[in-house]
């Protein structure tokens, strides 16, 4: 078990002055490490994979919302549907179509957050503008989907000010949609910052934040 509580405590102050939800990311973290961080009141936790996150659901408390964070393939949907709380990383017509068809079959609407590409890495994934705009288009049908809003990565560097402005650029397109876009009228969440870049997330107005190693301390990729 390895948490760092005052790493949480802090963090959880500054992010309630600015009213931002801190979503603590799980992933290759231990059960015990989760249960550690939810009895400090922690209930917003973020995971990677499917397989991990089916796992892990399943002995911890029901009152946790979990929030999947990774790339979803279509084929896995299924697996996640019953409980998911948001979705963050919707980046295709063919995901949002597969998630309303399973929400359909649960009988739930699944709140959605559509992953726009603003870092200058090809190895994220993510929409540009254009195919954002044909995917609020195809969501128009899609009833058991509810468009939250938009996430986004900064590009891995040291460069804050690069960063600021992949922020920007993210807010600039989420006021615009919010504005714009009838289909966008229920977004509410803006999820971008990482341990590494959320204080400049939070200055350039993310209202979601995902953190992981400031948390549990460095990842553990050999398990
Ligand atoms: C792993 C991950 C995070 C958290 O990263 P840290 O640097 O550990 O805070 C946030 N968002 C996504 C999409 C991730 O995959």
């Given at each position: 078990?390895?948490?760092?509580t005052?790493n949480?405590?802090s963090i959880?102050?500054?992010l309630?002055?600015?009213?931002?939800?801190l979503?603590a990311v799980?992933?290759?973290?231990?059960?015990?490490?989760?249960?550690?961080?939810?009895d400090?009141?922690?209930?917003d936790f973020g995971?990677?994979?499917?397989?991990?996150?089916?796992?892990?659901?399943?002995?911890?408390p029901p009152?946790i919302?979990?929030?999947?964070i990774?790339?979803?393939?279509?084929?896995?949907?299924?697996?996640?549907?019953?409980?998911v709380?948001l979705?963050?990383s919707?980046d295709s017509v063919?995901l949002?179509?597969?998630i309303?068809k399973q929400a359909?079959?649960?009988?739930?609407?699944?709140?959605?957050?559509?992953q726009?590409?603003?870092?200058?890495?090809?190895?994220?994934?993510?929409?540009?503008?254009k195919?954002l705009?044909e995917?609020?288009d195809?969501s128009?049908s899609l009833?058991n989907?509810?468009?939250?809003?938009?996430?986004?990565?900064g590009t891995?560097?040291?460069?804050e000010?690069k960063?600021?402005?992949?922020?920007?650029t993210?807010k600039?397109?989420?006021?615009?949609?919010?504005k714009?876009?009838?289909?966008?009228?229920?977004?509410?969440?803006l999820?971008m910052?990482?341990?590494?870049?959320?204080?400049?997330?939070?200055?350039?107005?993310?209202?979601?934040?995902?953190?992981?190693?400031?948390?549990?301390?460095?990842?553990?990729?050999?398990?």
């Open positions: 078990m390895s948490i760092n005052d949480y405590l959880k102050e500054e309630k002055k600015e009213n931002v939800t979503i799980s992933k290759m973290q231990e059960i015990s490490s989760i249960q550690a961080l939810y400090k009141g922690q209930r995971e990677n994979y499917v397989n991990e996150l089916v796992a892990k659901h399943e002995p911890l009152e919302r979990w929030h999947f990774g790339h979803l393939q279509t084929n896995k949907v299924k697996y996640i549907i019953p409980f709380h979705i963050h919707v063919k949002l179509n597969e309303n359909i079959k649960c009988d739930r609407v699944i709140d959605c957050l559509l726009v590409h603003i870092a200058d890495e090809n190895t994220k994934f993510g929409l540009n503008e195919a705009e995917l609020l195809a128009k009833m989907i509810r468009l939250r809003g938009l996430m986004g990565m891995n560097t040291e460069d000010s960063i600021r402005e992949e922020f920007k993210l600039h397109l989420y006021s615009r949609l919010s714009e876009r009838p289909e966008c009228n229920t977004f509410r969440i999820s910052g990482m341990s590494s870049d959320y204080k400049t997330a939070i200055e350039e107005g993310s209202t979601m934040v995902r953190i992981g190693s400031l948390l549990f301390g460095a990842r553990n990729y050999n398990k």
